[in-house]
């Protein structure tokens, strides 16, 4: 008796999280596109309910595990190294880097996203590095060290009063 294959494509509750409920299917940049959602959350929640820098970041810890999880479990079923229909991975990335905002206006939010675009495309070591752990651990941990590293810089920039 042989296993039947993983299907390739299930509405499940690990590619729902794992493509940020769909983002991850954007023909033209996916990572960019759950970047851009999750800045959009963040935004929401900040003039909604006021939340705040500390808040993301709580946000990025609440979906790291599960992410990871997710990450692994799309990886196993593609059978490919970090699909790029997974963008979990840059929607914590992003709300790292806003943990560093200090002030939450336009050029905050636009400085939080263009740095972790950036510094997420580039992998500044020792963000490279953690890409080769193991499944989801490696698809989820470059993206949290780039976003340390944007959040570490706006922090710096703001405290500079740069911007």
Partial sequence: MSLSPLPKRRWDAAWLLATWFGCGL???APGTAGSLAALVIAIALHLIYGFGPLAFLVMAAILFFPGVWSASVIEKR???EDPGKVVV???IGQWIT???VITLDWKGWLLAFALFRILDIWKPPP??????????WGIVADDVMSGVYGALAIFVLGR???I
């Fill in 78 to 80: 593609e059978g490919v």
């Fill in 127 to 136: 963000a490279r590095q953690c890409e080769r752990l193991p499944g989801g």
């Fill in 26 to 28: 954007s023909p033209v």
């Fill in 160 to 162: 500079l009063k740069i």
């Fill in 89 to 91: 991975d840059e929607v």
């Fill in 98 to 100: 806003l943990a560093g």
